[in-house]
């Protein structure tokens, strides 16, 4: 399983991203998706995740009501529309699959199987 992670960039505050997640090498549809986000010398914390029928979608509080995750299982890949950005929203996006025998907590790093490589998103003040 790949993921390449797309769509960062330098943007300024109040601004707009999407990001993109492209899955190959697998049945896309079986996993759910996530998004974490990492700024150096921080751990790697959850943002966002949808299930594989895009029936259920889960955000942090940090990024709620500002974000929206969906996912086109026809092209094997997951967004993440970020609106009215912020400083604090600089960082490098991940995107990973749910191990989907895993049942635990969705915002958890550990329920997560494969990682994209990242794309780094800065929002300037």
């Known amino acids: 399983v790949q993921l390449q992670a797309s769509g960062g960039g330098l943007v300024q505050a109040g601004g707009s991203l999407r990001l993109s997640c492209a899955l190959s090498?697998?049945?896309?549809?079986?996993?759910?998706v996530g998004w974490f986000r990492q700024t150096s010398g921080s751990e790697r914390e959850f943002v966002a995740a949808?299930?594989?029928?895009?029936?259920?979608?889960y955000y942090a509080d940090s990024v709620k009501g500002r974000s929206t995750i969906s996912r086109d299982n026809n092209k094997n890949t997951v967004y993440l529309q970020m609106d009215n950005l912020k400083p604090e929203d600089t960082a490098v996006y991940y995107c990973?699959?749910?191990?989907?025998?895993?049942?635990?907590?969705?915002?958890?790093?550990?329920?997560?199987?494969?990682w994209g490589q990242g794309t780094e998103v800065t929002v300037s003040s």
């Open positions: 990973a699959t749910r191990n989907p025998v895993y049942a635990g907590s969705w915002f958890l790093r550990s329920m997560y199987e494969y």
């Open positions: 090498g697998s049945p896309f549809s079986r996993y759910g």
């Open positions: 949808i299930n594989w029928s895009s029936t259920t979608t």
